[in-house]
């Protein structure tokens, strides 16, 4: 051993001071034990997924600023995610081990799911695409799920980070065709269950059988009918024509069943191979304008009111086609409108309501408060952080989608209204407002089977586009339209918005200075008399979880689902508390109790009762934090440190200076 002195056989002698100095990094000298280990771990694949390129002595970093913390591992690449191995195992709890996905793990990130990468020269950081000159010492991977993952790869040969570093930049941003998605090999691969019975399962809209089943269930099947008039999708000349190109394109093995892989791109055409109409409709009719102008069906009420929806008419020049969509959709008004359906309500969402572009560049702004690298950045943004909240206006529209679907429900379920939800092709806003209609109306669909079967009918079937809005293709037109909406509206000056928290102050204005300082006010979201009648009587009952559900809509209730933008970042965390936390804290106790009577209950008997077994999860409520369960304490415990850029907000420097240092350790809490 280094350092210790050598008995010799003389025994006065002593052993010359050792000469050698290690240079090797703290961090390096448990190296070869982890690669010991790395072995013993293995990569999980899914049916058809291949291993494209790795990596070893890839080292993640802990998300923490004061000290470089992290596990030494493997960094794969496959065709269908990017995925760290690493000997953690042993710093987890039990507890911590049972809130697993079937699908991916902890360190795994699907290759749809890369936002931005970005590489570390220098300490300096830059966004990485294309083909590289020069690789990073550090990779950065900001994810679409708002995580942010750090790979140190000083440590790693060279050759290695080459294959890895271009592997990952060329499989999640070179554009990519149809057929070389994952999902096509996985479809191939695994086996096909065929699922019977739809009240226990995920019911997926692609038979006949499942829309009437839905039917059944909502009590439309009276006024409503089932149609396969575009069974094969044969409705629209233009998808026959891409249809055969791409058959032509397909090679042997997915020609066996086209369906799998045309589907999705076939429904951005405007209609599902089976959807449902009302029952006077004439077939005929579907086929006139390739499905425009056709109110579909989305659900029923137990009143007999439906939500329907429609796809807008192609806008026209010539004065004799604007007549004959004139007359086609005065057919069509006057067949819903007769007896037995209701009076019809039309909402028009393409022009008074959100936009696509507005809703894109409000997300885009609020992602980056939580796209965090370090806890620096955490603390700088902290400072600011409802400021940076309210410019992202995404509160703001979050809380104006929420109304619009109250006023639907509204109107279906006081009024007993018909309500048409009118979009340009009616697989955008239509898939949003008729979602939450339906989460507010139907307690079906607020339970997992039926919140996925709604996902599956009103997005997939639906039409959304997925490949373009997401740009899973990567095209690079849709990636600098993609840019573009990102950016500040500078062209033109539009008149000036009203915050979020500044519209709530306006409401308080209001009521303390009366309506003479109302008029002053433009309030361009004035709830109707109605709406606001209906909507303060449900609030005034109590709740039917099992029957209409309204969320709250006003200012202050509207807030940051903390759980779905917060859980990755440590220092947004209440270590040991929170709401959710807490909840189970008093399970915990109530269990305890629970047991404790069952000893007195058995004392008297001579066979011991067998204790009413806790759940691992609750035994260590030490380990949990506000954003139980949706994230777990990370392994490294973190002890929030304001930076220096936040002290001129605290007060002078030198007062900071002369006070007696207060820490409080958070680790072990």
Known sequence: MLGKGVVGGGGGTKAPKPSFVSYVRPEEIHTNEKEVTEKEVTLHLLPGEQLLCEASTVLKYVQEDSCQHGVYGRLVCTDFKIAFLGDDESALDNDETQFKNKVIGENDITLHCVDQIYGVFDEKKKTLFGQLKKYPEKLIIHCKDLRVFQF??????????????????????????????????????????????????????????????????????MKYKAVSVNEGYKVCESVTRWLASKRSSINRRQKEKPHLYLE??????????????????????????????????????????????????PKEQDDGILQIQKSFLDGIYKTIHRPPYEIVKTEDLSSNFLSLQEIQTAYSKFKQLFLIDNSTEFWDTDIKWFSLLESSSWLDIIRRCLKKAIEITECMEAQNMNVLLLEENASDLCCLISSLVQLMMDPHCRTRIGFQSLIQKEWVMGGHCFLDRCNHLRQNDKEEHQRQLSLPLTQSKSS???????????????????????????????????????????????????????????????????????????????????????????????????????????????????????????????????LFPFALLQRHSSKPVLPTSGWKALGDEDDLAKREDEFVDLGDV
């Open 152 to 221: 140190c790869l000083r440590y790693t040969k060279e050759e290695e980070v080459k294959r890895i570093v271009s592997g990952i930049i060329h499989h999640t941003q070179a554009p990519k065709l149809l057929k070389r998605l994952f999902l096509f090999s996985y479809a191939t691969a695994a086996q096909n269950n065929t699922v019977t019975d739809p009240k226990n399962h995920t019911v997926m809209f692609d038979t006949l059988k499942d829309w009437c089943w839905e039917l059944e269930r909502t009590k439309g099947n």
């Open 264 to 313: 999705g791109d076939l429904r951005q055409f405007g209609l599902p191979a089976y959807f449902v109409v009302p029952t006077p409709l004439p077939e005929e009719n579907v086929q006139r304008f390739q499905g425009h102008g056709i109110p579909i069906w989305c659900w029923s009420c137990h009143n007999g009111s439906a939500l329907l929806k429609m796809s807008a008419l």
């Open 496 to 626: 000036p918005k009203r915050g979020f928290f500044r519209e709530e102050t306006d409401h308080l204005i209001k009521n303390l200075l009366g309506k003479r300082i109302s008029k002053l006010i433009n309030s361009s979201d004035e709830l109707q008399d109605n709406f606001r009648e209906f909507y303060d009587s449900w609030h005034s009952k109590s709740t039917d979880y099992h029957g209409l559900l309204l969320p709250h809509i006003e200012g202050p209730e509207i807030k940051v689902w903390a759980q779905r933008y917060l859980r990755w970042i440590p220092e947004a965390q209440i270590l040991g508390g929170g709401q959710v936390a807490t909840l189970s804290k008093l399970l915990e106790m109530m269990e305890e109790v629970q047991s404790l009577q069952e000893k007195i209950d058995e004392r008297h008997h001579s066979q011991q009762a067998p204790q009413a077994e806790a759940p691992c999860l609750l035994r260590n409520s030490a380990r949990l934090s506000s």
